[in-house]
């Protein structure tokens, strides 16, 4: 029996002293991970500074990394260049997850600070504040990627306190959509006074209806909401204007105001709207519903000194930096390859329903009568920099409210042009 | 298999390459090795302290064993065994989140991590806390089979959560079942689901039944035949609940099993003849757990009643007998406790022929009287029921309310008889012969010397 007891006491012994001995080699390869982790920082940035330039040919990657987006862009064409990438290198594995855009910024950012980010994100520029507020996103060196051949209005949006955050994908704006079984080509709108005219002479249109989905009609009233060093601006009367005449408008029987952009698309694709004031980015589906080349886009009325101004928005690839560098190589290369020119201009003759921010890009417009639209139209839109988007989110729900409120009738356009400067201000130096 | 069928697999496969890129990342390394690190110290402290107090107390060895609720000191016992390691692992995570946070690391996992650690604390808080009330037996059985589980689920779920849509990762058909698609979820809830669904109906049977048992105001035997119908009862409505849910085509499955239905009826029609008499018995109450019965000569004590059979123990022996239900609807078989546990016993005595028959009758009456267990009423009686050979026989008939106990009972009121007999010089006689010499050759030989032993007359 005590023979057993002391072979017994020596197992336990024996197995304590191996657990301690798995525990403190445990602990010593975590204290070494954290100091790896600090080196790595290190490597990652003189990786980026001295061994990648634009033009050296890409070294074989392979790994694996996960891109989001939040489903708003084709799904066919980024599936298509995922797997020209994947064919380029195939020992890269790019697994893509679509978030909606309501879950988006609360995923990543919980996401982000247990290190379980995506490699890659691409959404809407609005939301990149936040992530830069977060410290979670990288900065993109110039040397890695050529930013010289951005669009200037499109690089605002992803500038912030001189740092490039993110690379512009694809630009989007609003245009007029017509529908050319019904409306003959030569009788487009070309100022407010003829959407007027041709409301009465029985043309439909369907305009979306909230600030926002209005803004583009404040430019023609001399309005602009910065300036150019980014103070808030506005000349109240300019927008008091403007909604004077969305007033006017409102009252004919044809010009349809709705704050529902699904049931106007739907109206129009089912042929009950002439004209519509839609987003590029639906254009895609609209040249699908209407077949046989049915669809037709023109700039936006304005008056001949003030064009409409729609906003201009983004779309932007950005990367976290939370991730290892095998990692980070095969997200600057896949980065580098979809916004290289060629890509771009493949998609945007594929699709036909963005603005390539590549500014090198042209297409012949008479092969793409849409693209060229887009082009044109974005030269008079309204693009929002990046470093103004926190006043925005102020100012833009006082205008709601107040705009909801003059088409109403419960305020004139006078008072609510007053409030919203008066509240604006009020608000954004709080 | 259909393209939708590869793209759910793709789904899956994708989240398991999720998984492997997540992992790749120092960041996450760090901290899983920090938190798991933290888990393994933990556990050996906890070992360590156990295994010293162990051998300080060797009656911990049985704690878990015991069948009535702890309640005095020996609960600090399950308290250190239970907390000391949520505790350590709590603080040992807080700790080292603290750290994280001070060298501005990213800690969002080690957050998570104390998130769970403090869930798994109150866990354990939960499950300490029944010993007070419920034998360890029970609640490590059901904390293990039901506690443990759900913690289980819960953990995962929110692991899962962490870098996957889980409600979209459960909404996918992952095969096709009767023409009906099948989710990842369905799949889950119908096995997990139905499991814990099942074992749950059974913690509520046992606590219906201490409800129910309390202050004996209701007898065991009956309660645990009504809670067995509610618990089968419970368990269907389980069932068809959950593959309703699931989106079960019961339609489909009634289509292939009524072609199936003949070869099944003959297979099975015993398991369905003895499925069907238990639930008879049950409705009847004819058999409950506790009850008496004799069968095959011997007599034995319902333990368990199931759906398909019936569990005796025979009372000479001990042993136990798995009896099909069935055989309780085709044979007789005798109860003892039918309409109540009241049971007849009688004593069978001889005394002496010069013992006052009416003082034998009142000794055995006021031994009936003074025994705690014969009951009053119905009240003993005493008769003289026979001139025998070498006594007067009397019979003492008395009746017991506990079946099991008529040996001992018999054996008391034996011994303390021939106690009182003594007392009263009452003679208990056994067989004996008086031999009369009656014949003239016998008296003479005895006058001529020859002794003849004999006994008096």
């Known amino acids: ?430 | 298999m259909s393209n939708s069928s590869n793209q759910n697999f793709t789904y899956l496969l994708n989240a398991i390459h999720k998984f492997f890129i997540f992992v790749e990342r120092p960041q996450v390394q760090t901290q899983l090795l920090a938190i798991a690190g933290v888990i393994l110290f933990c556990i050996m402290l906890h070992h360590f302290l156990w295994y010293r107090l162990k051998q300080k107390f060797p009656y911990l060895l049985i704690l878990w064993g015991m069948d009535k609720p702890i309640r005095d000191q020996r609960y600090g016992f399950v308290l250190i065994s239970y907390l000391t390691f949520p505790i350590f692992n709590t603080v040992g995570i807080y700790l080292i989140l603290r750290f994280w946070q001070s060298q501005n690391y990213i800690d969002g996992l080690l957050k998570f991590g104390l998130e769970i650690a403090t869930f798994h604390f109150g866990y354990r808080v939960f499950f300490a806390s029944l010993f007070l009330l419920f034998s360890p037996v029970i609640v490590r059985k059901y904390q293990f089979s039901f506690g443990l589980p759900i913690l289980i689920i819960i953990i995962s779920y929110k692991v899962i959560s962490l870098a996957q849509n889980i409600q979209y990762l459960l909404a996918e058909n992952v095969l096709s079942l009767f023409g009906s698609p099948v989710s990842l979820g369905g799949i889950l809830l119908s096995s997990i689901g139905l499991y814990l669904w099942c074992v749950g109906v059974g913690i509520f049977q046992h606590l219906l039944l201490q409800l129910m048992t309390i202050g004996n105001r209701l007898d065991i035997g009956s309660a645990q035949a009504t809670l067995l119908l509610i618990r089968y009862f419970l368990i269907a409505l389980g069932v068809v609940l959950i593959f309703g849910y699931v989106g079960f085509n019961a339609t489909a499955f009634a289509a292939i099993t009524g072609g199936l239905s003949v070869g099944l009826g003959f297979g099975l029609k015993e398991v369905f003849s003895n499925f069907v008499s238990g639930i008879c018995l049950l409705f009847e109450g004819v058999l409950r757990p506790g009850d008496l019965i004799s069968i095959e000569g011997d007599t034995a004590e319902i333990k368990k009643l199931g759906i398909r059979a019936t569990t005796v123990r025979i009372v000479k022996d001990n042993s136990e007998k798995i009896i099909p239900n069935q055989s309780f609807f085709t044979d007789t078989f005798t109860t003892f406790t039918g309409s109540d546990r009241i049971i007849r016993n009688s004593l069978i005595i001889g005394a002496g022929y010069d013992a006052n028959p009416q003082k034998v009758i009142e000794i055995l009456l006021a031994l009936a009287d003074d025994h705690i267990h014969i009951l009053k009423d119905p009240k003993p009686l005493a008769f003289l029921i026979a001139f025998a050979d070498s006594s007067i026989n009397y019979e003492l008939t008395f009746y017991l309310d506990d079946p099991t106990i008529g040996k001992t009972v018999k054996s008391d009121l034996s011994r303390e008889l021939w106690q009182r007999f003594a007392e009263n010089d009452i003679e208990i006689p056994f067989p004996q012969r008086d031999i009369h010499i009656r014949s003239h050759v016998a008296s003479e030989q005895s006058f001529s010397g020859d002794t003849f032993s004999g006994d008096k007359d």
């Open chain 1, 1 to 430: 029996m005590n023979k057993d007891n002391i072979t017994m006491k020596i197992k336990s012994l024996i197995s304590i002293k191996l657990r301690a001995i798995f525990l403190i080699a445990l602990l010593f390869l975590a204290a070494c991970s954290n100091s790896v982790e600090n080196q790595i920082q290190k490597e990652r940035s003189s990786f980026q500074t001295k061994n990648i330039t634009q033009n050296s040919p890409s070294k074989r990657l392979s790994g694996s990394i996960l891109l989001w987006h939040d489903g708003t862009i084709n799904e066919d064409q980024s599936q298509r260049t995922v797997r020209n990438y994947q064919q380029i290198n195939p020992d890269v594995n790019i697994i893509v997850e679509i978030v909606r855009k309501e879950e988006l910024l609360k995923r990543f950012l919980q996401q982000f600070r247990a290190g379980l980010s995506p490699n890659i994100l691409l959404t809407d520029y609005d939301l990149m504040f936040e992530f830069i507020r977060a410290n979670s996103l990288m900065a993109i060196d110039p040397k890695i990627i050529n930013l010289g051949d951005i669009l200037p209005t499109a690089l605002t949006q992803v500038t912030y306190q001189d740092k490039v955050y993110g690379i512009p994908g694809a630009i989007f704006t609003q245009v007029l959509c017509y529908n050319k079984n019904k409306v003959n080509k030569n009788q487009l709108p070309q100022t407010l006074d003829d959407i007027l005219s041709q409301a009465k002479a029985g043309y439909t249109f369907g305009i979306p209806s909230s600030f926002e989905d209005t803004f583009w009609g404040i430019q023609i009233f001399g309005g602009k909401i910065f300036d150019d060093q980014g103070r808030f601006s506005l000349k109240p009367g300019s927008w008091a204007a403007w909604m004077t005449w969305l007033q006017s408008a409102k009252t004919l029987p044809n010009i349809i105001l709705s704050s529902s952009i699904t049931a106007l698309e739907k109206s129009f694709m089912q042929g009950n709207l002439d004209y519509f004031v839609c987003d590029a980015a639906s254009i895609f589906d609209l040249k699908k519903t209407l077949k046989k080349d049915n669809l037709g886009v023109t700039i936006l009325p304005g008056q001949p000194e003030h064009p409409a101004g729609p906003l201009l928005y983004s779309k932007v690839l950005v990367i976290p930096n939370n991730f290892s560098p095998r990692q980070t190589a095969i997200t600057l290369d896949f980065a580098r390859f979809i916004t290289n020119k060629q890509q771009q201009q493949r998609g945007a003759m594929d699709i036909g329903s963005f603005i390539p921010p590549n500014r090198k890009i042209r297409l012949d417009a008479r092969l793409f009568p849409i693209q060229a639209t887009l082009e044109q139209q974005a030269r008079n839109a309204v693009a929002i920099p990046l470093r103004d988007i926190p006043q925005t989110e102020i100012i833009f729900p006082i205008g709601e409210t107040l705009y909801q409120q003059v088409l109403e009738g419960t305020i004139s356009p006078n008072e609510g042009g007053e409030q919203l400067l008066k509240l604006s201000r009020q608000a954004l130096q709080q």
